[in-house]
């Protein structure tokens, strides 16, 4: 599996548009970048996955270089409630492949 | 998106019983599910992969006597916290991929805490 680095943290406030990049030099043909999103006490969430290029859904857009070796998860507009940890994870999609998640990138948004 | 329900959300439970914690899959079929361990501050570790009908797989340093999985069927799986120590209190919480692409799905976690 890809490592990946990441941000320990960022700041923004609300009605800000955050990036958080994700750095994955190692990454194979066959992976995908799958972004998630943990509250506290809450398991994560599926929040974006894209291969290359850009994706975008109605929660956030992710962008990826021709290269792959890093990603962007762009968050737009955050509120408050967008306070929590991202987690950037990288793998060949296969079913049954466990995620092995690295320290995330913690988003404190203030008003 | 795909529902992963887990039970209970919380337990408070004295040292030396044992816990059963659920994981189910509420919409699609899991051939595959995960169990992972979260302390306050830290990011999540994989315990275990749970396989429907067979043996689980444990990470490295995982007990498999003290952390028991059953996969009884493509719906269900649980985990048995044997003769629980404060040690073992923690954040639990499962996952499972109801696609190809191997988004998973996490159940809401369970606060394990042990007196």
């Known amino acids: 599996l890809a490592k990946t680095t990441q941000p320990i943290s960022m700041d923004s406030y609300e009605g800000q548009e955050v990036n958080i990049t994700c750095s994955h030099n190692n990454i194979a043909t066959n992976d995908y970048i799958t972004w998630y999103q943990q509250f506290p006490s809450q398991g994560p969430r599926f929040i974006i996955q894209?291969?290359?290029t850009k994706v975008t859904n109605e929660v956030a857009s992710l962008f990826i270089p021709a290269d792959r070796k890093s990603s962007t998860l762009s968050l737009p507009r955050v509120s408050l409630s967008d306070t929590a940890v991202y987690y950037c994870l990288v793998g060949d999609g296969q079913a049954g492949t466990a995620l092995i998640f690295g320290k995330g990138t913690t988003l404190s948004v203030s008003s | 998106g795909a529902v992963v329900s887990q039970h209970p959300s919380r337990v408070i439970c004295k040292s030396g019983t044992s816990v059963k914690i659920e994981c189910r899959s509420l919409d699609f079929q899991a051939t595959t599910m995960f169990w992972y361990r979260q302390f306050p501050k830290q990011s999540l570790m994989l315990m275990a992969t749970?396989?429907?009908?067979?043996?689980?797989?444990?990470e490295q340093g995982v007990e498999k006597d003290k952390f028991l999985i059953n996969h009884a069927s493509l719906t269900l799986s649980t985990l048995t916290v044997t003769s629980a120590h404060p040690e073992d209190s923690s954040f639990y919480i499962c996952s499972a991929s109801p696609d190809s692409k191997n988004i998973q799905y996490f159940g809401a976690g369970t606060r394990l805490s042990v007196l």
């Open positions: 894209g291969y290359k």
């Open positions: 749970s396989n429907e009908g067979s043996k689980a797989t444990y």
